[in-house]
């Protein structure tokens, strides 16, 4: 278990971290996003979308009403919010499992709400702290993610450039 917290101070910097981890992300994760509604959840998925080099000119927004929007970037990206859902069999429904299991990316907000159905992958949590920052938690079990994650936060401490 590898488990890193940082705090950013403006939504770029939330975006520029989920950029450089999603350039760093291989086929098949998962990332579990929890946090209240504002904490930064799409945000942070808009950074992931341009590290995963879906197009810049493409609008990542909060798929709340439809439960899934997908982009096409170096990797097929799945983003998933479970906002609205009614009741575990949605979760069949909206086809998470199929997602989880393709050689994609599958991001999903409010993941607290499939606790128990979908696990592992890379867990973030946001919290809000003040109307510009945001405490974020990044934790993984998986040994392929691990490395990686570990990477990041220490790019990210030193303050390196991308
Ligand atoms: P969620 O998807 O979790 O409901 P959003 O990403 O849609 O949240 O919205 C987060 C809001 O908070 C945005 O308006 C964003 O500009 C603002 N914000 C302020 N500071 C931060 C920060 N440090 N990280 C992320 N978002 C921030
Ligand atoms: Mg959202």
Same mark, same amino acid.
């Given at each position: 278990m590898f488990s890193w917290q940082t705090r950013t101070t403006s939504p770029e910097a939330t975006e520029e971290l989920a950029m450089r981890l999603g350039a760093l992300l291989p086929a098949g994760t998962l990332i579990r996003l929890e946090g209240d509604l504002g904490a930064g959840k799409t945000c942070l998925t808009r950074g992931l979308a341009r590290g995963l080099e879906v197009p810049a000119d493409e609008p990542v927004t909060s798929p709340t009403y439809t439960l899934l929007n997908? !982009?096409?970037? &170096?990797?097929?990206?799945h983003h998933f919010d479970? !906002? /609205?859902?009614?009741?575990? @069999?949605? *979760?069949?429904?909206?086809? *998470? @499992? $199929? +997602? +989880?299991?393709?050689?994609?990316?599958?991001?999903? %907000?409010?993941? $607290? &709400?499939? @606790?128990?159905?979908?696990?592992?992958?890379? /867990?973030? @949590?946001?919290?809000? +702290?003040? %109307? #510009?920052? /945001?405490?974020?938690?990044?934790? #993984?079990? %998986?040994?392929?993610? %691990?490395? *990686?994650?570990?990477? *990041?936060?220490?790019?990210?401490d030193k303050g390196e450039a991308v």
């Open positions: 997908q !982009y096409q970037g &170096r990797l097929p990206l479970l !906002y /609205r859902l009614q009741g575990g @069999e949605d *979760l069949f429904e909206i086809g *998470l @499992e $199929e +997602c +989880c299991a393709s050689p994609g990316v599958t991001v999903l %907000e409010w993941a $607290e &709400r499939a @606790e128990g159905v979908v696990q592992g992958g890379l /867990r973030i @949590e946001l919290v809000y +702290c003040d %109307e #510009t920052s /945001r405490h974020l938690t990044l934790s #993984t079990d %998986e040994p392929t993610l %691990e490395p *990686l994650l570990q990477q *990041l936060a220490a790019s990210w």
